[in-house]
């Protein structure tokens, strides 16, 4: 319930401060879970899993973001999704359908059922967030959102079934893909208008 | 020899130009690596197969493998050569263009890694790699709408591969379900038979095809190539266009090879309906454009389209299908190019204000001549033989209606590219220019393509030819 919590709620808290609080939930939230399922650490891809969802999912990608849109002196209002009934109500629905999607999938009700259903409602209202946001630092937060569905879907065993060289690699493409939303954000204007038109000026390769 | 070979020497590379050893002459350095590879990828194509996998199982070099390195590799090398002579003639390039040659080296051994990688995993994270080093490069300085361009890029890539690892996070469970040994190694997963078709593998398979069309260009999610490939420089939109497709697609062809036997009907009928619908946006578009750039993008598109449908029909349509592709990245490749060279000299990529490029440009002008041809599957190139088995291929299956709506699609490109581009060739120069002739550096890597690309439809070595065939082969599974 705390992470389905940490799904919805900062779809209708209309601040930027509370998207980044909900990520950096989201990124605790799913380790503790981790965790949960598998509880004795002997392993070093348990830690891995723990360093890449606590250090770059619960900590650097909030905060490096959150230090940015400090920088830039951004409003402190921001709809992640349209503030009106009918996106709540999409929201609230995607959350059902994810559900019944799930019983689907998982006829026996348990854990493993609970765990499907909100890795599918936290994928779909990455969608959602992705399909109605304009601005460039929404769609980050909808990519994020989406990254952090995979990796709870991924828990109950798609994440050990690689090696350890794939582990590591899957933790740097996220960190890598980070960065690289950090940096383009970092050079885009405070207007959200429509660029303008490329010119042909200056020569290019 | 081993094929880490082609692996090492670009990255290498890189890290000489990162630590600063090869700043100086990054562009020659660039070439170089490029050559060395090119010749390590002909060298693996001739020499004996061995299907053996390496590195702990991660490294596997099948005829795939072989395949797409003896093309991809000289299409890297004929666009280093294109980067070299612009720097050279062009002093206001120089800027940043050592980040550029090394986030290219890094892009060539990610590609190459992912050509011999034995493991769906690895594929994926090789692919993120690919995609994370093209974004910085089609960022150009003072231009905000390139930035926005590669955030797109970069956005669509995180989505599109995001459904590719939810995936294969289903087809894991489906495995499980099945009470099979979990594994995403690729000669393993050839040795499990029969593999699931549940629920969770379905959606497994259904997602990373999605996904996948995503990297490609398909619809529903293609939005972002048109405006990538108009906004990069135009050797960035060669290695995008040429290289990197050619990386999602191998992709593509290791899931195809690994699930259509115990999943014909869903992979058939996914691949079908998201080839069509790419093939009618893409017409569509194409009619509407008067962007050079634009136009290629949306011709990439349709071509995205014929290859989705030629892979959903199969059997007959396999070798066509290989046919199509690996004329498809010369022709991307010789047409991007050329629109650099356009581009550099009208300084425009308006196409209604290009007139008498076979006066201005006789080079480019025959360059732009020729590949759109090609483009438009005209003989002798390999793109019509290419065609003419997969419309084959749709009789032979019975697929009627996708037959008419192909023919229809193709002939409604064919006018309205045609109508676009055949005037910027041959029609009167609006204003009189005293262009540089183009020299023999400049010209040589399209001319090497354009070789390729006649080659590919008069004559086949026999060892190529067979290599093709085995491909064909494996893409109906094993």
Redo the contacts between chains.
Sequence with gaps: MGLLGVMVVPLFVATWRSSLFGLSCQGFLIAWAAYRLSPELHSVETWLTLVDLVVVRGIAAPLLLYRLLLSQNRAARHDIIAPNLLSWTVALGLVLAAFNLSAALVPVDGDERALISVATAAVLLSFLVLASQSTAFGQVVGALRLENGIALFELGGGRHHGTLVTHIGQIAIVAGTLGLYVWLLRGFSESTSIPPATTQDEPTL | MSPIDLIAVPALAALAVAVGAGRARATLLLVGAALVTTALAIVEVLSAPIAQASL???VRVDATSRLFLAVVNPIFLGISTY?WH??RT?P??HEGIQR?VGLALVFLAATNALLIAN?L??LW?LL??TA?TA??MI??A???????A??RY??FS??GL?LV??G???L??GM?AAGLP???LLDRLFALRPLPHD??TK?GLSLALLGIGTKLGLAPMYSWLPETY??A????AALLGAVQFNAALVVLFRLVQVYRADNAALVAGQLLAMGLVSMVVSTVSIIATRNIKRLIAYASINHAGVIAIGLGVGGSASYGLLLYVLSNAFIKAILFLTA?KI??H????DTRVISGLIKDLPYSGVFLMVGTIALLGFPPFGSFLGELLILSALVGSGRMLTFAAFCALITMTFVATGRTVFPMIWGPAKEKHEWPRQTLPAALPKLTFLVALVVLGIYIPPAFNALIQQVAASLEGP
């Design positions: 702990a199982g991660l980067i612009r720097v062009t206001a390039l550029l493991h995993v690895a994270i993120e790699l994370l974004t910085p960022v150009r003072r231009s905000e709408a390139a930035r926005r590669a955030f970069l956005l995180t989505v995001g690892a939810l294969f996070a289903c894991h469970r499980e979990p594994t995403f629920t969770w959606l108009d906004e420089p135009p050797a960035v650099g581009m550099a009208y300084r425009t990529n």
